[in-house]
């Protein structure tokens, strides 16, 4: 410990004085003195998209935007503009987009958490406690469609979060205009007489590839720097209440294999209730999850575990705050260990969650318990994770995670402290951050220590980052996921991204350096990698160009398979990589992004290609195409890998999706197909129809498996 303490001063000294020389002393921005004022009103305007309502002009309009891109503060295109309202129940916000070529607005999404980004859009940030470190953010553009999400200066963007709410929108004679309701349940806040919250508003006009914002503005700041929003005064008398939110739900089907029939019908129901102003109770019985769709089958030629993304619903809201990062894609809290084992379902029987603050701290406790299935047993998993604010952005946290069954029990204890500021240097924003965690099992818990100390600097032209992280050999958190253990890891990373604004050429990015080392406890180098771009760059519009060079290191500590029976020997391997990438601007109707490279793998070469294409046909009709393609030879064989996926969409509103996905591999030789259609008869609300068909490809196409699945869930507010 008195080595991982010397090791992090050392860094902590060598960083700054980096910062000294190469970034030169700069003016904070002045943004607090901004304010928005919301007007009280007694008749609701009508969300019809279309700002007629008489209504509206009871409100202040909000005009004063900038330029956040292309030119940071400069004047805008066109003219934007907001106005706020608000009754006993709801906030209305309308926008009014201004633009002398209406026939030229993008309009293309409709889905629900769509991607809109290529769109005309707008978007609103409420910092509903001003407390510079937590929000929601709410997106729509000129159909209509709605995207949302939580923020926290910490952990980020949960985008996972859905809130009850409702917009439409209109493109208009001169430009395009949205109307937007949201009931304030969906907020947290403090319960006090008059509301003091943060905001902030956003648009982009894709065709130019111009972002306006009404703060944060400048090259250093972006629209999710929270500390940077304006005020929004005016709110007074309200109150979030104590809602009780129940989702009952009803799931029907069958699943059919060369083997049995299975019929299902599972009925459960979710509950969200609101303790306090700022506290939610969620519980959750029988819980079900037919309506996910299938994990992406990705072919592995590592010897490392591969982390696949949470889907349900369930863990994804608020999963933000049981996070406890120790570097990398490792965490304490994985909730896929939750009621799913080796790829199979295990039955949850109930569970409950209480997420929200108290005061300045953050709370997060979840308890789930999962019946015995197979070799499975009933296994009962606790979570809780606090964090007490500290200063305007940063936090001191502790997190304690216990699985517990008739097999055993594993027992996790952890304390992190995040400093950051947005106002280093004036407008910089740094982050310095340190943990240690320590596991406990029923078999001992000798060498189960892990700590992590890192300095993140991620600003406009330079963005540098450095951690050192180690990981004891007997270092298991139970419901968390670990890639590899018994190392020390160093990691830097020095972008350098100079704005040159050449006509439509917006930056050059270059990577001094990109670099990562894994040590053993006696320091000797277990695997590497080092990281250039000579050359990139990004234009207005979102496209961008790079050539990457990397050179890695693995020492393979015993013989392994890669692929098919092709085994790689124990060796130390030193290795080269050269990579070429392609982004397109999602306002394009055709857009992805393509990649190819060559060089070593090994002992041996590999040439790969990968590309990811969508073709937006109009609003309600898109198709996109994945694909993956290595083709490696080594002194032990030669063989090629092809990953395959394609999604065809079509969306008949903004309340009604349809998709079928396809995906297969030349691994597993088995073709996956799920088709899903969701309607929303109203926000909160949703019925599924899934099909999902499993077929062998490996000699001639056979059915493995079809499972045919309705599901309705219904949201009653009390």
């Known amino acids: 410990m008195q080595n991982f303490i010397k090791k992090s001063l050392i860094t902590l000294l060598i960083f700054l004085n980096s910062l000294s020389v190469l970034t030169a002393q700069s003016e904070k921005i002045p943004f607090d003195d901004k304010i928005a004022f919301a007007s009280r009103i007694f008749s609701p305007p009508e969300i019809d998209g279309y700002i007629n309502d008489s209504v509206w002009f009871n409100a202040i309009p909000v005009t004063d935007f900038l ?51 290529g769109d005309d859009n707008i978007a609103i940030l409420f910092d509903t406690f001003n407390d510079d470190r937590n929000a929601y953010w709410f997106g729509t553009n000129p159909l209509g469609m709605r995207d949302d999400a939580l923020l926290n200066t910490n952990s980020g963007f949960n985008e996972d979060w859905h809130g009850i709410w409702h917009a439409n929108s209109a493109i208009v004679d001169n430009g395009w205009s949205t109307e937007i309701v949201f009931p304030f349940f969906n907020f947290r806040f403090n319960d006090v007489t008059e509301q003091h919250w943060g905001i902030n508003f956003q648009r982009h006009i894709q065709r130019k590839g111009e972002s306006v914002q009404w703060t944060a503005y400048e090259k250093d700041l972006d629209f999710f720097k929270i500390a940077f929003a304006g005020n929004l005064l005016g709110i007074k008398n309200i109150s979030r209440g104590k809602p009780i939110y129940l989702k009952p739900f009803f799931t029907a089907g069958i699943q059919k294999n060369p083997a049995e029939e299975t019929y299902i019908h599972k009925p459960g129901l979710d509950i969200k209730y609101g ?86 701290t953050e709370i997060g406790i979840l308890n789930m318990q999962t019946a015995s299935k197979g070799n499975e047993p009933g296994t009962n998993y606790g979570v809780a994770r606090l964090k007490y604010d500290l200063f305007n952005q940063s936090y001191a946290g502790l997190f304690f995670s216990n699985k517990i069954s008739k097999s055993g029990f594993n027992r996790v204890y952890a304390g992190d402290i995040v400093l950051t500021t947005s106002e280093f240097l004036g407008d910089k924003t740094i982050t310095f951050g340190t943990g240690i965690m320590k596991s406990d099992e029923n078999n001992g818990a000798k060498n189960s220590w892990s700590a992590k100390f890192y300095i993140d600097y991620p600003n406009d032209l330079i963005n540098q980052f450095f951690t050192y992280r180690f990981i004891q050999e007997n270092f298991n958190p139970g419901i968390g996921f670990i890639t590899r253990h018994g190392i020390q890891e160093y990691l830097y990373n020095f972008r350098l991204n100079p704005r040159v604004n050449w006509g439509e050429i917006k930056k050059l990015n270059f990577v001094i350096i990109e670099s990562q080392f894994n040590l053993d406890r006696n320091n000797d180098l277990l695997a590497s990698t080092l990281s250039f771009q000579p050359f990139g760059l990004s234009n207005i519009y979102g496209d961008n160009i790079g050539f990457v060079i990397k050179r890695n290191f693995d020492n393979v500590e015993s013989d392994f398979e890669i692929f098919n029976n092709v085994i790689v020997p124990k060796e130390r391997y030193w290795f080269n990589d050269y990579i070429i990438e392609l982004e397109s601007a999602s306002s394009r109707i055709i857009y992805g992004s393509l990649a190819a490279s060559t060089g070593d793998l090994y002992n041996g070469n590999k040439k790969s290609f990968s590309s990811d294409l969508t073709w937006t046909i109009n609003k309600n009709l898109s198709i996109n195409a994945d694909y993956s393609h290595n083709n490696i030879s080594l002194p032990q064989g030669k063989f090629i890998t092809n990953e395959i996926g394609s999604r065809l969409r079509y969306d008949f509103s903004t309340m009604l999706y349809s998709s079928i996905f396809a995906q297969w591999n030349n691994e597993l030789n088995e073709l996956n197909i799920n088709y899903r259609i969701n309607w929303q008869p109203n926000v909160g609300s949703n019925f599924y129809l899934v099909v999902n068909h499993l077929l062998s490809t490996s000699q001639k196409l056979k059915s493995e498996d079809i499972a045919l699945l309705a599901k309705i869930v219904w949201l009653i507010i009390i």
């Open 67 to 117: 330029q956040e891109e292309p030119l940071p503060g400069s004047l805008p295109s066109f003219k934007t503009e907001v106005r706020i309202l608000y009754d006993n129940e709801n906030l209305y916000v309308s926008f009014m987009c201004y633009d002398d070529e209406p026939e030229k607005i993008i309009a293309r999404e409709l889905k629900l958490d769509g991607k809109w980004s």
């Open 275 to 360: 303790i306090t102003e700022t506290l939610s109770l969620d519980v959750t019985f029988n819980t079900d999850f037919a309506q996910v769709e299938s994990d992406r089958a990705i072919i592995n030629l590592t010897r490392f575990p591969i982390l696949f993304p949470e889907k349900r619903d369930f863990f994804i809201e608020g999963a933000g705050v049981f996070s406890f990062p120790i570097g990398g894609i490792n965490n304490l809290f994985y909730s896929r260990r939750i009621g799913i084992s080796s790829g199979r379902e295990i039955p949850i029987i109930a569970g409950a969650k209480l997420v929200g603050r108290e005061d300045k």
